[in-house]
């Protein structure tokens, strides 16, 4: 059987998104899972990895259920090395699970599968000239996705809600900022899910696109 490398920022297995991943894999490949964080504890992951000020944050789920906020320059090494293992175990294609931006990545033969290089132009060919809305899941990604939408012509109105909090409330308040000022909203997380998807999409009555579920199909059709 095929096989797809899924590498999440966090640890492994992601019990939360791997499910909305093999559903549209509908059995045609086996899904391999590694993490960047595997085998830290929270502890030494806060101490070792925590954001400094002005780096590139981001966030992600630990196997016991909690979420931790780390720097992109500070996981990235590690990250390059489980893309190295995952190509030594001579899978073909690999998924970054991970929204977020990762400059300088590489691979020997493997295809690596960036959501940010996928997500934002075709968000933009489906958003066309009407209003965007995005999701995130902290305050601090608002400004540092805008640049990642910009080159697209796209200028997305932010709100803030995690995937790994378990705040019904701030899905809900999120939905409130962007009704009625925008058509289409973006879940920008791989962490979101279809619970998320539908809590958004009742408070505003939009479509709501879920980064995960865009990934996987699209994904489908190359295995």
């Known amino acids: 059987m095929n096989k797809l490398g899924m590498i999440t920022i966090g640890q492994a297995p992601r019990t939360d ?16 899972q590694v993490g960047v ?21 981001l966030t992600s789920r630990l196997t016991t259920g ?3 906020v780390m720097s992109r320059a500070k996981i990235q090494p590690i990250l390059q090395e489980k893309i190295n293992h995952l190509e030594e175990m001579g899978i073909s294609q690999i998924l970054l699970l991970c929204t977020g931006v990762f400059p300088g990545l590489t691979t020997k033969t493997s295809h690596l599968i ?16 009407r209003r965007l809305g995005v999701l995130v899941p902290l305050e601090e990604q608002k400004k540092e996705l805008q640049l990642k939408y910009a080159p697209y012509g796209l200028n997305p109105m932010f709100a803030v809600a995690s995937p790994y909090q378990n705040d019904v409330a701030s899905f809900a308040q999120a939905a409130n900022e962007l009704k009625d000022k ?6 920008d997380c791989m962490g979101y899910t279809e619970e998320g998807r539908a809590l ?11 980064s995960n579920a865009m990934m996987a199909k699209l994904i489908s059709e190359m295995i």
């Open 66 to 68: 909690g979420h931790v």
């Open 200 to 210: 958004v999409s009742k408070a505003t009555g939009l479509p709501v696109i879920l």
């Open 37 to 57: 964080l595997d085998g830290f504890t929270k502890q030494y992951i806060e101490e070792t990895f925590y954001p400094e000020s002005g780096d590139y944050v």
């Open 17 to 32: 998104v791997a499910p909305i991943i093999e559903k549209y894999l509908d059995g045609r490949a086996e899904l391999v």
């Open 114 to 129: 960036e959501p940010d290089q996928i997500i934002p132009p075709t968000v933009k060919a489906m958003v066309g000239n």
């Open 182 to 187: 925008v058509d289409l909203v973006l879940l």
